[in-house]
């Protein structure tokens, strides 16, 4: 494996297609070596194909004649991929796999009748993937089809996501619609008043229609980050529009430690809620203060324990590995301290550098350890075992360092549904407040078992726009559900 990135001379590599624009596929195949500072030059209009070169030297892709286009383009992907691993010398844990729900390719091989252990060699061989990564995906498929088979599946099972997109301050690496609280003080009722009004509109009629809320989520943002008389009359319209005991999980984003209080955490509780989430990222104070999240390490062991002496048993902690400034024993800091806690979840993000993040504009971004967080990714799957937990979800993103991912994982009869149906996309959710996306799925039976179709609706992103158009949302999901 190459660490370290590439300077801008051995860097120079270009690849040719036919055409303005290089395919998806192709795309997808190169973006995966920006973890090593190796993205091509594209030189478009190649009357010889696609081919990759390096010092003058040209590789052509060859066409692969297979009749079924989507095999041909994973082929070409594939082949694409070798090439440029053995120009620039990087392999990546993920082989040429770029999609979002490794779990979910490992789920559809096991379905087309393979052996758990011929879907690791499968992403062994045919996607590059490395052992313990493809080892990994069997794990949380097998745990994630576990816990679906125990649950009784109907079409009409609805998730229900409402967005309070406010936090104390904005994370260096944060790319939600997040906006200082203290900023919008102003206006948080105005958001309120209208996020409530979306939801009046809608979630009567699609119960009327017959979707049926499972799961409810509430995240943002920071939603605890709202005044305690807020917070309070905003859990008061929940528990009116949402008939809340007949649902599975009542999940609460309490993200930022130093927005929680007593008052909050008891109107949760007496709301319902039975998954609260309170998250570190590191239990490190400098790396806190460096990110922007104006909490120590203490706040979080105290807001962790008020939320245990309330009552809840089922806190997740979500932490991040590769933050800007941290080495492995920073990170096995933080992972000391939370096996201490004993959370019933973790979740172990991989730093993920997104445009619209701060840190992509900051100097530290080009400083960051793309070397080290495979490991640290590997301390934290051995801390999870420790505090028995076991992976239920996992996903990926762009520009996650070493293109590595994110998995959460959880102890025995703590999982998340509403984590696990967004995973594998079978199940209609209903989206509020700024930047929220609905997903509409019908099923029907066909001759290769049961088929999926998903429509999405999307709310605008920014709090202003959603403010000013706030009708125009609601009315996209009401011509939705028909
Ligand atoms: S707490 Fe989460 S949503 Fe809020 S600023 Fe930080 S990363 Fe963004």
Redesign the pocket.
């Known amino acids: 494996m190459r660490y370290g990135r590439m300077n801008e001379e051995e860097s120079k590599i270009y690849m040719g297609f036919p055409g303005d624009e290089p395919p998806f596929y192709a795309y997808e195949a190169v973006q995966i070596f920006g973890d090593c500072g190796a993205f091509p030059e594209f030189v478009p209009h190649s009357r010889d194909g696609i081919w990759l070169s390096k010092n003058g030297k040209r590789i052509c892709v060859p066409d692969f004649t297979e009749n079924d286009p989507g095999v041909r383009q994973k082929l070409i992907k594939r082949e694409i991929y070798v090439i440029m691993s053995s120009l620039t010398g990087y392999v990546s844990p993920w082989g040429c796999m770029t999609g979002v729900r490794p779990a979910k390719i490992v789920n559809g091989l096991i379905k087309s009748g393979m052996s758990g252990r011929e879907a690791v060699r499968e992403l062994e061989t045919f996607y590059l993937v490395s052992h313990d990564k493809a080892c990994l995906a069997l794990e949380t498929a097998q745990n994630q089809e576990r816990f679906l088979n125990e649950q009784h599946m109907c079409p009409e099972n609805t998730a229900i996501y409402i967005d309070i997109p406010f ?1 104390p ?3 260096l ?4 619609t ?1 906006h200082p609280i203290e900023k919008y003080k102003k206006r948080v009722g105005e958001y309120l008043t209208l996020l409530e009004n979306e939801m009046r509109r809608v979630i009567p009629l699609a119960v009327s229609k017959g979707y049926r809320p499972e799961s409810l989520y509430i995240g ?3 939603p605890t980050s709202l005044s305690e008389d807020d917070f309070a009359h905003f859990m008061d319209f929940v528990t009116d529009i949402i008939d809340v005991p007949s649902l599975k999980e009542f999940s609460l984003e309490a ?2 430690p130093d927005s929680i209080t007593d008052r909050k955490l008891k109107r949760a509780l007496d709301a319902g809620v039975t998954r609260i989430s309170i ?1 570190p990222q590191t239990m490190n104070d400098r790396t806190l203060e460096m990110i922007g ?1 104006k909490h120590t390490a203490a706040d979080t062991e105290r807001a962790f324990y008020a939320a245990r002496s309330a009552g809840f048993t089922n806190i997740n902690t979500d932490i991040i590995a590769g933050l800007p400034g941290e080495d492995t024993p920073d990170f096995e800091r933080t992972l000391s301290l939370i096996r201490d806690m004993r959370p019933d979840s973790m979740t172990v993000h991989t730093l993920s550098v997104k445009r619209a993040a701060d840190l992509r504009r900051d100097p530290r971004a080009s400083s960051l350890r793309h070397d080290i967080t495979g490991k640290m990714l590997s301390l934290a799957y051995d801390a999870a075992k420790e505090m028995d937990m076991r992976p239920f979800y996992m996903y990926r993103q762009k520009n996650m360092l070493g293109n590595l991912e994110n998995v959460s994982y959880c102890r025995a009869g703590c999982e998340s549904p509403y984590n696990i149906h967004i995973m594998e996309e079978d199940q209609t959710v209903l989206a509020f407040g700024a930047g929220g996306v609905s997903k509409f799925c019908s099923f029907a039976e066909g001759d290769g078992g049961i088929g999926r179709t998903i429509k999405r609706s999307f709310n605008v992103k920014g709090v202003e726009d959603y403010m000013a158009r706030s009708e125009e949302m609601a009315e996209r999901k009401i011509a939705m559900l028909g």
Do not use: I, L, P, V
């Open positions: 936090c301050t904005r994370c690496y944060c790319s939600f997040s943002g943002g920071t993200g930022r998250n999240r």
